[in-house]
């Protein structure tokens, strides 16, 4: 019974650590039983693509000072109250970490009626990489008794757009969209719009699926970072044009732009700096006419002779564009509008247009920017322009990859890993001084670690990969937090995760405490030196490798310090036992007293 009533103890105190900031600032979100229903579309499987409509009107006697709601979706959603966007989400995570927005929608509601109506899309085996699902699914449920009359439930119209097609090939971060709007809804949002044929929207599971918790889905939690930004941005210069004249001033001033029937035209546009963003374009006419967006980084050199060699990206002359595009095919009628689902990466837009027997013209352009909500804190004073134009390109760099998560790199994989994540927080804790997207990292990163303790490289992930190094990484993660931040218990409640990544180590250590054949990917860096292998460094005759060593003595001292202070005396006198004979036999294997270097292994052929 001692054991037992230990354990219950220990995954209570487990549960209440992982979510007690969240549960701080939405306790009566979570403390209301929820009584809203996932739903869905009728007739559909629930894990094929597709893009589906939800709508629901409702009438009020007065206009409310409050009218607060929790919404989420599998995979993802936009909410909209009387035709505007209100909401887009939720915050990626895990299926037992599963996030939901709170929104107070108050400000969008008016007296009479009102329509609430939302996109969910599922991009099914197309999915960014990032993106874990369980199937197509939607919920709302009201803060308050009042507010539950959006309870989401077969009251709710629903229907599939069969317009969409994913652009198949595989990209990490998502696939382009193919949009017949022949074939599409258009302003399925709008409050006038009549969805009197739609048919109810189905209860999941025979409506037995309710609330936050329930084993066949999404165990919700409420989002711990803030919404992002959505911030209107011109895209404004024109750089080259073919087969027509295209006016300077589209589309910066929002010049309207006419192609004539039976024409192509190709247009580079230059948002001038790197942007996340949503495109949209507006436009009329022009049946069946055909419009392609595609984004890049940058040009490239000759692509058949260099590669993907970009060379100075403000050049466009005599480089080759290469990029992700959207499709869509014109329905002929006014007002036609397309926003992608997910915001694109670009610095270029080759907007092609190709028209059938009718002109088509585009009357708008733009982007509407999106990332975490960074405000810069710090200020570095200096008269030395250079160094103030490096920081700013700096901080863009860091806002760019920096969304619901950080990531990578914000074009090609927008994926969360740990190696890169260290050193994106350590910028948002110097230069913003806002530390909710690292601690957002560092649970998902705890939430990742496999049952023999080590981390996955990266997360959220829909598939597994493991950089066994990178969860030394995940110590330093702790150790940063811990010395730049004033928050110990949110650290102290992280060391069994540290524990368990060093009990996972030790597996593989020798007498001498150096790692031998350290197991999965041992990623360092992607350096093309001697024996290095797919950025794993070169290891000896006995398996070690001196930078592995080294990385595990760090993340020894950082625990054995953790420890000391808010862990475990036990855990500490070990940790600094194991770093010192770490480190006497890292100086004695791998350091080359003629050199004045440490070689890279044990029989010290090789210096790096």
């Known amino acids: 019974m001692k054991h037992f009533l230990i354990l219950i103890l220990s995954v209570s105190t487990l549960l209440s650590s992982q979510n007690s900031n969240a549960r701080s600032v939405h306790k009566t979100a979570e403390e209301k039983t929820w009584n809203a229903q996932w739903i869905s579309v009728p007739n559909i499987t629930g894990n094929e693509y597709g893009i589906y409509y939800f709508r629901k009107n409702i009438e009020l006697t007065n206009k409310p000072a409050s009218f607060v709601i929790h919404v989420s979706a599998d995979n993802r959603y936009k909410l909209y109250v009387n035709g505007t966007l209100v909401s887009l989400g939720p915050?990626?995570?895990?299926t037992f970490y599963w996030n939901y927005e709170t929104v107070d929608l108050a400000s969008y509601l008016v007296t009479g009626k009102n329509t609430v109506a939302a996109l969910v899309w599922n991009e099914a085996q197309y999915r960014p990489e990032a993106q874990i699902s369980v199937r197509t699914a939607f919920i709302i449920q009201g803060n308050s008794t009042a507010e539950e009359i959006l309870n989401t439930n077969n009251t709710w119209k629903s229907i599939q757009d069969k317009g969409y097609q994913p652009i198949w090939g595989y990209f990490a971060a998502s696939t382009g969209e193919m949009v017949d709007l022949n074939k599409s809804i258009m302003n399925w949002y709008s409050p006038n719009f009549d969805d009197s044929s739609w048919p109810k929207a189905a209860n999941l599971f025979g409506g037995q699926l309710k609330g936050r918790w329930d084993g066949f889905g999404w165990q919700l939690v409420p989002s711990s970072i803030p919404h992002q930004e959505l911030i209107y941005e011109r895209i404004p210069v024109v750089r080259k044009a073919s087969g027509m004249d295209v006016?300077?001033?589209?589309?910066?001033t929002k010049a309207p732009l006419t192609i004539p029937a039976n024409t192509t035209v190709t247009i580079l546009l230059d948002q001038t700096h790197l942007t996340n963003a949503y495109p949209t374009i507006n436009f009329s006419g022009g049946k069946d006419a055909g419009i392609s967006l595609s984004y890049a980084e940058s040009l490239f050199d000759n692509l058949s002779k260099y590669g993907m060699r970009k060379g100075n990206r403000n050049d466009v002359e005599?480089?080759?564009?290469?990029?992700?595009?959207?499709?869509?095919i014109s329905n002929g009628s006014k007002g036609q509008s397309y926003?992608?689902?997910?915001?694109?990466?670009?610095?270029?837009?080759?907007?092609?247009?190709?028209?059938?027997?009718?002109?088509?013209?585009i009357n708008d352009l733009y982007g509407t920017f999106t990332g975490y909500p960074f405000k810069q804190r710090a200020v570095f004073?200096?008269?030395?322009?250079?160094i103030k134009q490096m920081l700013d390109i700096g901080w863009r760099t860091a806002r760019l990859n920096a969304f619901e998560t950080y990531t990578d790199c914000p074009y090609y994989e927008q994926l969360q890993y740990i190696g890169d994540t260290r050193i994106q927080a350590m910028i948002s804790y110097y230069y913003s001084g806002d530390d909710r997207l690292a601690r957002n990292a560092i649970n998902l990163m705890d939430h990742s670690r496999l049952t023999e303790g080590v981390t996955q490289s990266r997360y959220p992930t829909h598939d597994t990969q493991i950089i066994s190094t990178f969860s030394l990484w995940y110590i330093g993660m702790l150790y940063d937090y811990w010395m730049y931040r004033n928050d110990s218990n949110f650290i102290k409640d992280k060391l069994d995760g540290e524990r368990a990544v060093l009990k996972f180590f030790s597996q593989y250590q020798q007498a001498d405490g150096s790692l031998k054949n350290t197991p999965y990917w041992t990623f360092v860096d992607w350096a093309s030196g001697k024996n290095w292998d797919i950025g794993s460094p070169p290891k000896g005759t006995d398996g070690s490798s001196a930078i592995i060593d080294l990385q595990l003595l760090w993340a020894y001292e950082w625990a054995a310090a953790m420890e000391t202070k808010i862990?475990?005396?036990?855990?500490?006198?070990?940790?600094h036992k194991e770093a010192a004979k770490l480190k006497q036999t890292i100086q004695r294997k791998y350091w080359d007293p003629a050199k004045m270097l440490y070689a890279d292994t044990w029989d010290k052929k090789q210096f790096s």
């Open 567 to 575: 862990g475990m005396p036990g855990y500490a006198t070990l940790y």
């Open 318 to 328: 005599g480089k080759d564009f290469s990029g992700r595009n959207d499709s869509l």
């Open 91 to 94: 915050a990626r995570g895990d």
């Open 381 to 386: 004073n200096t008269d030395n322009k250079e």
């Open 339 to 361: 926003t992608t689902l997910n915001f694109r990466t670009f610095r270029y837009i080759r907007l092609i247009v190709h028209t059938q027997n009718e002109p088509l013209v």
């Open 247 to 252: 006016p300077p001033a589209f589309p910066g």
